[in-house]
């Protein structure tokens, strides 16, 4: 059971570590985009980046638990953890899409 749990939570921290890679390409771009458009865009985009940033570290928060849970604990933890993974990839979706037409 202890190899399961390690390659989940390892599993787990490399997707992660791959979103904030994609995020911060991206983050940039849009960034960057965002001085041609109007307020109104911009707002929104900004409600999404905060709220892919709050997701990201719930998610963060999750992985850690994970990673010092016991046995018993984390099977339990694991569907939450799938859930957050869950939100956290259509934050980043929704986020990075925001611009394109």
């Known amino acids: ?3 399961k749990k ?3 939570v390892e599993q787990l921290k490399k997707k992660y570590d791959h979103l904030n890679y994609l995020w911060n390409i991206e983050r940039n771009k849009l960034e960057a985009g965002a001085q041609h ?3 109104e865009v911009i707002k929104k985009f ?3 980046r905060e709220r892919f940033r709050n997701l990201r570290g719930d998610m ?3 992985i850690k638990a994970l990673d010092l849970a016991g046995e018993s604990a984390w099977g339990d933890m694991k569907d939450g953890a799938e859930e ?5 990839a ?3 979706e929704k986020a990075s899409s ?3 037409k």
């Open 1 to 3: 059971m202890v190899d």
């Open 6 to 8: 390690e390659a989940f």
């Open 37 to 39: 458009e109007s307020a």
């Open 46 to 48: 900004e409600e999404k």
């Open 60 to 62: 963060k928060a999750k």
């Open 84 to 88: 957050a993974w869950k939100a956290l």
């Open 90 to 92: 259509e934050a980043f």
């Open 98 to 100: 925001h611009f394109k």
